[in-house]
């Protein structure tokens, strides 16, 4: 059968130029003013796929080829 990939984890997870897995940082949805200035600051941009989760994203991107 066709492999298809996982359209949540496709949204979730971009592939870096050298074939990394990216991700959002949790804990800056809702709730924010509670939480202070530089936390905030520190949950900004992305973060690299902790490599014990990398392969359980992959198989859920087939076709993301690196």
Known sequence: PKLKTQKGASKRFKRTGTGK???RK?????ILTSKARD????LKGAA???STDAYA??????H???
């Open 57 to 62: 994203v992959e198989r859920q991107l087939p």
């Open 21 to 23: 897995l990216m991700r």
């Open 48 to 50: 690299v796929v902790n």
């Open 26 to 30: 949790a804990g800056k949805r809702h």
């Open 39 to 42: 936390r905030k600051r520190r």
């Open 64 to 66: 993301h080829s690196s």
